[in-house]
């Protein structure tokens, strides 16, 4: 199986294991399915004659979504093979990636084409790194992208390990990585967007770098930005 069901109309897409800043990082992708039959693509992860089956068989793609700009390595083979499928870019990624064709720069308001099912958040305050959070609603999950990792103890080994703790980035710690934190300058701002997540009171908080979080979400997502809320 290339997808995992995470709720209601969700699944998950595990991805490969990339180094960032020389650190193994997991990836993984989400599939939603709306209401009107088509499928909403989040943070695709590598696209293979499996999991093409698979999607092909829960319904059309039509939306292929960027939650930051860090997170773009598939999205031109997405594209390529759903062509009809509209591709979104978060803030910052449309100019970094011109090579790519992208139908509309996500703001606050979600599409009207996934809002019956999708709400989002953006996330401000940073002077790095802006990310989109999605709040599916029948599942009653949050999806966050970069702002929430949760690695097991052991997933970082030597220096690395003892660099992820520090970082904030390891169980039972979970959040976001130090040095981003430390570029949230307009911090009422981004309490703000994230009280709006709180106020959704998540179940479920699906995240690509670490172990998801299938129930008590809103706790979850109250540890995670401990930094910022205490």
Not at 111 to 124: G, K, M, R, S, T
Request: hydrophobic content about 40%; proline content about 9%; overall charge positive.
């Amino acid at each position: 199986m290339a997808l995992e069901s995470f709720g209601p109309e969700f699944w998950s897409a595990e991805g490969p294991i990339l180094p960032f800043c020389g650190f193994p990082y997991p990836t993984r992708g989400a599939v939603i399915r709306l209401r009107n039959g088509s499928l909403f693509i989040w943070s695709p992860v590598p696209l293979d004659q499996a999991m093409r089956a698979e999607i092909d068989a829960l319904g059309t793609v039509r939306h292929i979504v960027s939650p930051n700009k860090l997170h773009h390595l598939w999205l031109a083979e997405w594209k390529r093979a759903y062509p009809a499928a509209r591709l979104y870019a978060p803030p910052g990624l449309a100019r970094k990636r011109r090579d790519l064709p992208f139908d509309a720069v996500l703001d606050e308001a979600p599409e009207p084409d996934w809002a019956d099912d999708i709400d989002q958040v953006l996330v401000p305050g940073s002077s790095v790194l802006t990310e989109i959070v999605f709040l599916h609603k029948k599942s009653q999950t949050a999806i966050f992208c970069d702002l929430i990792q949760n690695f097991p103890r052991d997933w970082f080994k030597g220096w690395r390990g003892w660099l992820a703790r520090l970082d904030g980035i390891v169980q039972p710690n979970h959040g976001a990585p130090r040095e981003w934190r430390a570029t949230f300058r307009h911090r009422e701002r981004t309490r703000q967007a994230v009280q709006r997540i709180l106020d959704f009171a998540p179940d479920k908080v699906f995240i690509p770098h670490g172990e998801p979080a299938r129930q008590n979400g809103t706790d979850f997502v109250r540890t995670g930005f401990g930094w910022l809320l205490r």
